[in-house]
């Protein structure tokens, strides 16, 4: 049984680890129960799927009430976390302010889905008696939701940690109003201990948080299972793809995520190249990025004189967003200050066979993966790197690039993980009775 908030129909790049996992687990004969918050079941055969929507939080009634009593100032961004986020609070009520919102961001984390998920769980347990549990966050609500729900049970629980807990804490996120409430990051540090010490072993997408982990608690088991995607969800590259150099940049801008080098070097290119212009050079950039970001972003492009050659699309569709990487030359990555995480999106465009670029360290996790997987790593001020990437599918269409990839597909994974579960899992001659309660 799978615990994980996202999973599709939610398009949210969370749930399609274990989408694609499970996909391949059930042709492998295991037997998939999911509980999740994605609405209406959308699932594989062998894979079962117990939807168990959200409640209302803290948080849903601060900002009820805030949009009652309280009228935004022009300019302001709308949020606890935007009015806040980069700065420094100053003075008590600031600080005692920045403290609230991370009590209240740790008391909402998951939507109030923990207490609901747990129940679904549990009743789950009841009935299919599962051989092993796994959970997968973020949130974190999915592993407090499997702590909850076999308590009393002895059934074996693996808590899969896409991205940190309790740290290393990125540089791109110590900025963030939740690492600046004491109280929010003791009670999480608290409750990574708690997870860790109740589960059986600890999953993670990367080999530098596994290290992390391992040191933190010698005496769990600490196995880390690189991410990867389903190629048979995703489009075919396209055979006759954007003119020019068509870039594509999908993702949220957040933490440390820019695309200013991505503009710099575009710029410096159109001038070296003037005949690349001509031509419909462009880069498509979609996601979500607040208020200030965005303006900051079409700042720059004014002030690059790249408005005809950048297109900021905003949130769109998942399908949308793959149909352009597929219709693209040229994917970008933006992983700067993510020193222990690794984006989803590097797999999904190694996965379509569009030549991709990650904006990293090399020395960070993502820096690592991409260059094992034959990815053209560029640092996040190197701009005649980057312009060195954009003549090189200028000069052959990305060919020379995609020749090196190579791509990470679940259905190649889904035997490891088998195995992984299988060492885990208690059989049925074996299982203990359930304990009533």
Known sequence: MVLSYHFPPDPAMGGMRWAGLTKYLAQLGWRVWVVTAAPGPEAADGVSVESCPPGRTLSDLYRRCRAVFRTPAAGAYGTVEDITEGREPAGRLAKLRAEGAGVLALLSEGRGWALRAALRARRVIRRVRPHVIVSSSPPVAAHLAAWL???????????DLRDPWAGPVSRGFRAHPFMRSRLAWAATVRLE???????TGIITTTRELATVLHARYPRSTVTWLRNGADRDCLPDRSESPCAGVGIAHVGALYGGRSLSLVLRALRLFLERHPEAAADGTR?????????????????????????????????????AALDLVASSRLVVVLAQDQEPQIPGKLYEGLAIGVATVAITTPDSATGREASRLGVAVVEPNDVEAMVAVLEAVWSDGGVGLRRRQTAVDYRDLAASVSSLLGAVAVTPSHRPPLRRQ
């Open 193 to 199: 201990r708690l997870v860790v010490g109740a589960a």
């Open 149 to 159: 729900a076999t308590r009393g049970l002895e059934i074996p629980w693996l808590a």
């Open 283 to 319: 880069l498509r950039s979609a996601g979500y990025a607040d208020a200030a970001r965005t303006a900051a972003l079409q700042h720059e492009i004014t002030a690059l004189q790249l408005e005809r050659h950048v297109e900021l699309l905003g949130v769109i569709s998942r399908a």
